[in-house]
């Protein structure tokens, strides 16, 4: 098997990480499902793979819905006949509150998306996997949990537990030739961040800029994370040049976490 003639399902690939690691995959020559709540932004991927010469399907699904989750690599099977590549994505930022003001609802629905989630598609794709003795996953998670960030304690839960459900899931499936990793991205450029800076600014009565210089200098390198260079980092994980990296997580931070 031509190992780039490949399937990748990516969640939450309708827009900002997600579009540009579904950019990246089709540039490697990946064809692409991209499995997203939102449909208009999800479409608007869907024609980007296509521009660069790849297949491309859209699923509006729910990551919160087991039965979304199987319509979704049902889906992917029926169009492309494989899926080797699972880019678990798509995540919440949940509430940004000290913990005793979270409510349970509030906790639920952040694990739901980030980490059960990415359980169900896992749980979706590991016998289709199986079957090809091929996989290649990668779970999106963050440095915030390594790096504690108060008022984020679901997120940073959330985030957390992709690593060691990373590190589990990999040391069943390794023998099948199904590699599971993580990368941590740290603050990526963006209309998001930049909204995160100004809720931030606003609570510190200060101005987003000096939010963003504090949150730069955090990092050894003193700047953001390009989107292309965490969307780098995971195709390097779906290639045949990683072959021996499983249950890794890989920060791609700047230098703002090193361990
Ligand atoms: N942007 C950052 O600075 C940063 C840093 C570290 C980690 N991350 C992680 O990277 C991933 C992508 O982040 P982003 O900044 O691109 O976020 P984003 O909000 O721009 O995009 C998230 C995508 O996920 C989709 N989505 C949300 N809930 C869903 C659900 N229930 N079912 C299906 N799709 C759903 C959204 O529609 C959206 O397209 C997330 O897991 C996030 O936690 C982001």
Redesign the pocket.
Known sequence: MDREQQTAIV??G?????RQIALTLADWGRDIVI????PE?MNETEQMVRDRGQSALSVQ????DPEDVTRTVDEALDEFGSVDVLIN????AGPNLPCEEITVEEWDNTIA??LR?AFLMTREVIPVMKDQEYGRIVN?S?VTGKRPVSQRSPYAASKLGLVGFTRSVASEVGEYDINVNAVC?G??E?E??ERVFERYAKARGTDSEAVKRGEMDKSARCELVKPESVADAVAFLCSSQSDQMTGQDLNISAGKVMY
């Open positions: 969640t939450g309708g827009r900002g990480l997600g499995a997203d709540l939102d932004e699904m729910d990551l919160r994505n798509a995540g919440i998306v980030n989630g999106i963050s991205p603050s990526v963006g998001r961040i």
